[in-house]
């Protein structure tokens, strides 16, 4: 070899050759295109151009490797046969040289011919993956480094790669560090905690450049995934759930959906639900769904039983966090209890000559809801004479109103209804049997103002001759008539000589035969008498008419029938035709027809010479009297 000097400017070689014989090198950018000139072969030999041709100059290679120059004959110069990729031909290696050999003939001679390859920055850095993907918890601590892939740059030295940056972003920042091999690599450091609820993946642009003139950069994506982990606590919507439900809702009603949210991903964040602190009772009560948080009715909710439940719920995630809300349900009452009537006390019978006010019976009413639904007023239905004084707390007087008559009411059914303030109202009714008892205030009273009688004479002792009714209303012995007769005398004679009544019928009867002809009548008192105590009585006349019989003859007086049984008149013989003779004069005590006489003349001497009258009793003269 003979002297070379080196002179190392900016990206370019250049080499001088002083030997004839020697060898040429020469330096050349990869990526020339063809014909470039590399240098000019003729001069560094020292033999005129023209002169190539006929010395037959050409390059020959090595073990048929690629030529990638070759000599412009005409020209004489040695220039790029194909374009040359360093990094084809020499990899990463430093230096890159390829060598040939220049033949010539007449004379023979060989030359070796090195080309140093030069490095030209066509390359960019590239990344093995152009997208990096890490997951990283989010609880990873601020400093914890998350080394990355390094880039390759096919060029060398300045042109490979010098560095890397890092999109600007709120959480990572970027180390770069030189390896042992002089290559750089990147790691990317934690710099501010990440927050898998606030933002759950990030992507960041990381850039490599290399040292080249104008530079090249390559890029890859950083894809972080922030893993979760369990650092929220379930967190439901209410800290306190309060809710009215009605009594007696029916079994499946919602009563509440309680909701609890959990930031966190997947099982930590699943939420699941739980009851607690409820009594027994409760538990039965309601339930709840562990996933929905639905709560519902499952048994029946009675308002007299419990007013308001108090209960936790509990919101659990996967891992086992917890938090807790209370949750309130008053219970509204419904009408759902009808009142209640309770007697408390009654008297019965009641007497019928009780004063108005007179208190009957007191009862008490009840109900068991509240409010207005346990409000309760009383009233009777029917239209009688009594009616409901309210006493102290729901208890209640039952007064009359008037006096009673048992007579024209014997007992009553009062109805007494209760209905209390719910809408629609609930009622209830009690019916109080109630008699009416007898007070002796009625006196029998006869059927008919007089009475009179009528009875033949010589009527047989014993025969009736009338007989009288009294009518009392009242009850047994109360209205019980007893019949007398009024003691008086009639004649002088005691009353109860003439007549008898019969207590119990009132049926009158003679006690002796009467005669007409002593009296025809007489008048009684009869007394009609109950037996209550004291007695009522009222009394009744009786007139007695006694009627007459033919039981009297007629009884002549005229002539007088005693002693001579002959009359002697004298009588004119020149007595005119009709002239009164006498008059026969005869009584009957008996009355009417029975008294009524006629005359007749029932035997004489000298027939038709005398008459008599047939009613008066006259005896005159006939016709042909001389
Ligand atoms: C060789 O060089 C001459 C002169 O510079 C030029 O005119 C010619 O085109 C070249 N030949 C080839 C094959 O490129
Ligand atoms: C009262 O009710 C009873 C039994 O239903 C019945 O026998 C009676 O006649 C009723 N009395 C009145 C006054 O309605
Ligand atoms: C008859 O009336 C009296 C009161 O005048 C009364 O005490 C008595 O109980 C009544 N008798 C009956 C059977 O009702
Ligand atoms: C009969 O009744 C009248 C009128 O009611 C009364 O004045 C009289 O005293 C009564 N007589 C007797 C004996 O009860």
Same mark, same amino acid.
């Given at each position: 070899?003979?002297?070379?000097?080196?002179? *190392?400017?900016?990206?370019?070689?250049?080499?001088?050759?002083?030997?004839?014989?020697?060898?040429?090198?020469?330096?050349? &950018?990869?990526?020339?295109?063809?014909?470039?000139?590399?240098?000019?072969?003729?001069?560094?030999?020292?033999?005129?151009?023209?002169?190539?041709?006929?010395?037959?100059?050409?390059?020959?290679?090595?073990?048929?490797?690629?030529?990638?120059?070759?000599?412009?004959?005409?020209?004489?110069?040695?220039?790029?046969?194909?374009?040359?990729?360093?990094?084809?031909?020499?990899?990463?290696?430093?230096?890159?040289?390829?060598?040939?050999?220049?033949?010539?003939?007449?004379?023979?001679?060989?030359?070796?011919?090195?080309?140093?390859?030069?490095?030209?920055?066509?390359?960019? &850095?590239? *990344?093995?993956?152009?997208?990096?993907?890490?997951?990283?918890?989010?609880?990873?601590?601020?400093?914890?480094?998350?080394?990355?892939?390094?880039?390759?740059?096919?060029?060398?030295?300045?042109?490979?790669?010098?560095?890397?940056?890092?999109?600007?972003?709120?959480? *990572?920042?970027?180390?770069?560090?030189?390896?042992?091999?002089?290559?750089?690599?990147?790691?990317?450091?934690?710099?501010?905690?990440?927050?898998?609820?606030?933002?759950?993946?990030?992507?960041?642009?990381?850039?490599?450049?290399?040292?080249?003139?104008?530079?090249?950069?390559?890029?890859?994506?950083?894809?972080?995934?922030? @893993?979760?982990?369990?650092?929220?606590?379930?967190?439901?919507?209410?800290?306190?759930?309060?809710?009215?439900?009605?009594?007696?809702?029916? @079994?499946?009603?919602?009563?509440?959906?309680?909701?609890?949210?959990?930031?966190?991903?997947?099982?930590?964040?699943?939420?699941?639900?739980?009851?607690?602190?409820?009594?027994?009772?409760?538990?039965?009560?309601?339930?709840?769904?562990?996933?929905?948080?639905?709560?519902?009715?499952?048994?029946?909710?009675?308002?007299?039983?419990?007013?308001?439940?108090?209960?936790?719920?509990?919101?659990?995630?996967? &891992?086992?966090?917890?938090?807790?809300?209370?949750?309130?349900?008053?219970?509204?009452?419904?009408?759902?209890?009808? &009142?209640?009537?309770?007697?408390?006390?009654?008297?019965?019978p009641i007497p019928e000559n009780s004063v108005a006010g007179t208190e009957v019976a007191i009862i008490n009413v009840q109900d068991k809801d509240s409010g207005d639904n346990r409000h309760v007023h009383c009233h009777i239905q029917q239209d009688v004479p009594f009616k409901l004084s309210p006493s102290i707390k729901n208890y209640f007087s039952l007064i009359t109103t008037s006096m009673l008559d048992r007579e024209k009411e014997s007992d009553y059914n009062i109805t007494i209804t209760a209905t209390d303030g719910g809408s629609p109202p609930l009622s209830t009714s009690m019916t109080i049997h109630l008699s009416v008892s007898d007070v002796n205030d009625n006196p029998p009273v006869f059927e008919q103002q007089s009475y009179t009688a009528y009875v033949m004479e010589n009527n047989k002792p014993g025969t009736s001759i009338s007989s009288v009714t009294a009518r009392d209303p009242d009850w047994r012995q109360n209205g019980t008539v007893l019949y007398s007769l009024v003691p008086s005398e009639i004649n002088g004679l005691p009353v109860s000589s003439f007549l008898s009544i019969n207590s119990d019928t009132g049926v009158i009867q003679a006690v002796r035969s009467f005669d007409y002809e002593k009296f025809r009548n007489f008048k009684v008192q009869v007394v009609a008498r109950d037996n209550g105590s004291p007695p009522l009585s009222s009394n009744v006349t009786v007139s007695v008419f006694i009627s007459d019989e033919n039981d009297n003859s007629p009884q002549i007086l005229y002539p007088a029938p005693e002693g001579k049984s002959l009359m002697t008149e004298m009588v004119p013989k020149a007595a005119l035709s009709g002239s009164l003779v006498s008059k026969v004069i005869a009584v009957d005590a008996d009355s009417g027809q029975n008294a009524w006489l006629s005359y007749q003349i029932v035997k004489s001497t000298d027939p038709g010479l005398f008459i008599i009258g047939l009613h008066s009793g006259e005896i005159g003269c006939s016709e042909g009297h001389y």
């Open positions: 070899m003979g002297l070379i000097s080196i002179l *190392f400017t900016r990206g370019f070689i250049f080499i001088f050759l002083h030997s004839v014989y020697g060898d040429l090198s020469y330096t050349v &950018p990869e990526e020339t295109k063809h014909q470039y000139v590399i240098g000019h072969l003729a001069k560094d030999l020292g033999i005129d151009g023209k002169r190539l041709s006929a010395r037959k100059a050409r390059v020959e290679t090595e073990d048929s490797a690629k030529r990638y120059c070759d000599i412009n004959l005409s020209s004489g110069n040695l220039v790029v046969a194909e374009t040359i990729d360093r990094e084809k031909i020499c990899g990463s290696r430093i230096s890159c040289i390829v060598n040939y050999e220049l033949v010539l003939e007449n004379p023979l001679e060989v030359h070796r011919i090195s080309l140093q390859i030069e490095d030209v920055n066509d390359n960019s &850095p590239v *990344f093995p993956n152009d997208r990096i993907s890490f997951e990283i918890t989010e609880s990873a601590d601020k400093g914890e480094r998350f080394p990355l892939e390094e880039a390759h740059d096919l060029d060398i030295g300045r042109n490979a790669v010098q560095g890397y940056s890092l999109e600007k972003n709120e959480h *990572f920042i970027l180390s770069v560090h030189e390896n042992a091999d002089g290559g750089k690599s990147a790691t990317l450091v934690l710099e501010k905690e990440l927050d898998r609820e606030k933002q759950k993946d990030m992507n960041l642009i990381l850039t490599a450049f290399d040292g080249g003139n104008p530079p090249k950069s390559g890029t890859a994506v950083i894809h972080v995934t922030v @893993l979760d982990a369990n650092d929220n606590i379930p967190v439901f919507s209410q800290p306190v759930y309060r809710v009215s439900l009605a009594e007696n809702t029916a @079994l499946g009603t919602e009563v509440i959906t309680v909701s609890a949210t959990d930031a966190d991903e997947g099982a930590n964040g699943e939420v699941t639900y739980e009851l607690s602190r409820l009594s027994d009772h409760s538990e039965k009560i309601f339930s709840l769904d562990k996933i929905t948080g639905k709560i519902t009715v499952s048994a029946n909710i009675d308002y007299e039983d419990e007013k308001y439940f108090e209960m936790r719920v509990q919101a659990k995630d996967g &891992p086992g966090l917890v938090s807790s809300s209370k949750i309130i349900i008053d219970i509204t009452d419904i009408n759902d209890n009808e &009142p209640r009537i309770i007697l408390k006390s009654l008297n019965d």
